[in-house]
Nanobody
Framework: QGLLVESGGGSVQSGGSLRLSCDTS????????MGWFRQNTRKEREGVAV????????YYADSVKGRFTISRDNAKNTMYLQMNNLSPEDTAMYYC???????????????????????WGRGTQVTVSS
């Protein structure tokens, strides 16, 4: 299991946009589910969005539906998270992760597979001011 590298975070005002990137080129194992997670000082890590089988299915946490879009560019070994209409509640460290196990679409969507991920990247900080 290789290291994933997140980038693209920053500080924006409420209503702004950011696009996060996750370089998965160092991840050599096969997987059919990957996604974005976030954690701030007040909450446990939560799933934000996942992509199943390179785009066959995409699933989102209720809190980000309609504002965030997850995508994957296999040619570039990169996963993205486009975040629009950001709010202060989106402030967190964002991490990408790849499921170490092959999952069905429902298993991918549930995002509980993050508990089986033992190696996480450094994350990228997103700060949204009001």
């Amino acid at each position: 299991q290789g290291l994933l590298v997140e980038s693209g975070g920053g500080s924006v005002q409420s209503g702004g946009s950011l696009r996060l990137s996750c370089d998965t080129s160092a991840y050599t194992a096969d997987s059919n589910c990957m996604g974005w997670f976030r954690q701030n000082t007040r909450k446990e890590r939560e799933g934000v969005a996942v992509v199943y089988r390179g785009g066959e299915g995409t699933y989102y946490a209720d809190s980000v539906k309609g504002r965030f879009t997850i995508s994957r560019d296999n040619a570039k070994n990169t996963m993205y998270l486009q975040m629009n209409n950001l709010s202060p509640e989106d402030t967190a460290m964002y991490y990408c992760a790849v499921s170490p196990n092959f999952l069905g679409p429902l298993g991918c969507r549930d995002m509980d597979w993050a508990r089986d991920v033992h190696i996480w990247g450094r994350g990228t900080q997103v700060t949204v001011s009001s």
